[in-house]
């Protein structure tokens, strides 16, 4: 079964949101994004979408 997430439902901080826009920069893919920041997939997913950023597809 997939990882259980002990943050639910948290709020972003600043640091996580620069952070996100880094390793999206960097062309790190999603599943590395939402193990580096400690979030789900769908979650990183969303904020990318919200901040109009796009995530390298591996290949």
Partial sequence: ???K???HRQPW???EVQKL???AQKGMGLKAIAK???RS???V???AK???LNIAKLR
Avoid: N, V
Wanted: charge should be negative.
């Fill in 50 to 52: 919200a901040d109009k």
């Fill in 1 to 3: 079964m997939a990882e």
């Fill in 36 to 38: 580096a920041l400690t």
């Fill in 13 to 15: 901080r600043q640091d």
């Fill in 41 to 43: 997939e769908e979650s």
């Fill in 5 to 7: 997430f002990e943050r």
């Fill in 45 to 47: 997913k969303e904020r």
């Fill in 21 to 23: 826009h880094t390793l």
